[in-house]
């Protein structure tokens, strides 16, 4: 929810002065259903690895997952690149997943079904001004679901880039 909103929701239901709320910029686990949100590796501690290709930086996670990203002002745009991590440790059975990116709760983005293996999809998306969205990854079918957010970032209104 961004400031203005809180803001209006402050004013219209509690009858308090209608003022923006100043959000601390970064990112936030709201639902992490296995393990914990690892930044630049996997959510098994090893290197991102979607596919055949590595990755520097980005975010790995395990489904279900919800990860809210706050920006510092208005965000124009939102790349990265997603799939389940192909880490070669990892044995049982893959399962897939999807990924999706919200804005106040509508779905603006949403990925097919991904299995490990397969190369990484690419995501951009348009947001609106916003100042707050959420990158949700979704189980599709149970297994070792190591999902990767590669490369994240946000180009800003201001011109600014944001690596996430």
């Known amino acids: 929810m961004n ?29 992490s259903d296995i393990g914990e ?21 980005g975010l ?6 919800e990860i809210l990203v706050r920006l510092p002002s208005a965000g124009v745009s939102f790349d990265a690149s997603v799939g389940l991590d192909s880490d ?11 990924f999706g990116v919200e804005i106040a709760g509508n779905c603006i983005w949403r990925s097919s079904p991904c299995v490990r293996g397969e190369n990484p999809i690419p995501v951009h998306v ?13 189980e599709v079918e149970r297994g070792y679901n190591h999902a ?7 180009m800003l209104a201001d011109g600014k880039r944001v690596d996430v």
């Open 148 to 154: 990767d957010w590669a490369e994240p970032v946000v």
């Open 3 to 31: 400031g203005v909103l809180i803001a209006w929701l402050a004013a219209s239901l509690l009858d308090q002065p209608a003022r923006e709320i100043n959000l601390v910029p970064g990112i936030e686990v709201v639902r």
């Open 88 to 98: 070669p440790t990892i044995l049982g059975r893959g399962g897939s997943v999807v």
């Open 126 to 138: 348009d947001l609106q001004g916003t100042r707050e969205f959420t990158l949700k990854v979704l």
């Open 37 to 57: 949100l690892a930044v630049g590796r996997s959510n098994w501690g090893t290197p991102l690895r979607i596919g055949e290709h590595s990755f520097e930086r």
């Open 60 to 65: 790995g996670t395990h489904c279900v997952s």
